[in-house]
């Protein structure tokens, strides 16, 4: 029953249109991030998902132009801590992580289209300085889908042997590798050294990351930076000091960087798991710190976190269509629905 109750529930969704579900479930702000934009090959990145197409990027800025307003971080804060009004249909553009092309390639579009945007940048990457151990992992997979068939298998011998795996092709390797997370770094690295990966000349010679002489800049022309951490770790998994170390070092950073009176944050990952009463004692603590950012779509939660749709989602590359944006949109108010209807009768987020 409650199956069909979903089946029904998620037909009615599909046959509003968007602006009626706008009206239903009011938001002061929608946000919307990304990681990359580019047409060029990422290593890096394309094996943990696909960067954003420059004209799908481009389509998307005339979308929100068309049927938004695109509103600053500190208009945000300024309505949220001082109630200073929103324009109706606000909207929130931002990158996270601080990859290069967010200066190459994302910054012309943004100023052609004089729409402003937040950059967070994981600071211990400034300067290509370190990898992320994910953008190991992909590293790790294009190299090992590069490899001649028996090249293949002797880089699989190896790791089984010296790990205890049964690892029998490439498919196997990827699925392996895309399990591990950053206490396994160790094993990334010496996958990367068995597969003849480079990450020292790689980050030197294709300078994956954003430069802090080019968060400057981007600073200089208008953008809004913000933290995202110092090394990108799920902040539900750390001590409460080490939370705040995590939050209040990469955001000092980027004052140092910027010169910026504030720096909003946004959560690696999510804000899950997270106690709102201890980001709120750290806020009280540094209150350098403005908004955080997270990653839960259209949910509400507390004043000082603005919630955000994650735009490079693989179920929405639609083919055909210039834009995800408003299939994202619909994709997210759809949820409300479904998540309203799920609570029972009493529940209030409409109107």
Not at 81 to 106: N, Q, T, W
Not at 108 to 131: E, Q, R
Not at 242 to 251: D, F, G, H, K, P
């Amino acid at each position: 029953m409650r199956r069909l109750a979903g089946k029904v529930l998620r037909g009615v969704g599909r046959a509003l249109p968007l602006g009626a579900y706008q009206t239903l479930f009011r938001r002061d702000v929608v946000g919307i991030f990304y990681h990359s934009v580019s047409d060029e090959p990422l290593p890096h990145v394309q094996h943990l998902y696909a960067p954003e197409p420059v004209a799908r990027f481009e389509a998307a800025l005339e979308y929100i132009k068309q049927h938004f307003h695109p509103v600053t971080d500190a208009e945000i804060e300024a309505h949220r801590i001082e109630g200073k009004p929103l324009p109706r249909s606000a909207i929130h553009l931002s990158f996270d992580d601080g990859f290069s092309e967010c200066y190459s390639v994302v910054r012309p579009l943004l100023l052609k289209h004089s729409i402003p945007c937040t950059f967070y940048v994981t600071t211990g990457w400034l300067d290509n300085a370190s990898m992320f151990y994910r953008n190991k992992t992909s590293l790790c997979i294009e190299q090992m889908r590069s490899l001649e068939r028996d090249a293949a298998k002797m880089v699989l011998t190896s790791l089984n042997n010296a790990l205890g795996l049964s690892l029998a092709d490439a498919a196997g390797f990827e699925r392996w590798i895309k399990t591990q997370q950053a206490a396994e770094e160790g094993v990334i690295d010496m996958t990367a050294k068995m597969l003849g990966v480079d990450v020292k000349a790689y980050l030197k010679e294709r300078s994956p990351y954003l430069t802090r002489e080019q968060v400057h800049a981007l600073h200089a022309d208008g953008f809004t930076i913000g933290a995202h951490t110092v090394r990108h770790a799920k902040l539900a998994t750390l001590s409460d000091a080490e939370i705040e170390s995590e939050i209040v070092t990469s955001a000092r950073e980027v004052q140092a960087i910027t010169g910026q009176e504030r720096v909003t944050l946004s959560f690696p990952y999510s804000g899950n798991g997270l106690s709102r009463k201890l980001l709120a004692d750290i806020r009280t603590r540094h209150p350098f710190l403005g908004l955080f950012y997270d990653t839960q779509d259209l949910q509400r939660d507390v004043p000082f976190i603005v919630q955000r749709i994650w735009a490079e989602k693989a179920a929405f590359r639609q083919v055909g269509r210039p834009t995800n944006v408003p299939a994202l949109l619909r994709d997210a108010y759809e949820q409300q629905l479904y998540d309203v209807a799920r609570r029972g009768p009493g529940t209030r987020d409409v109107g």
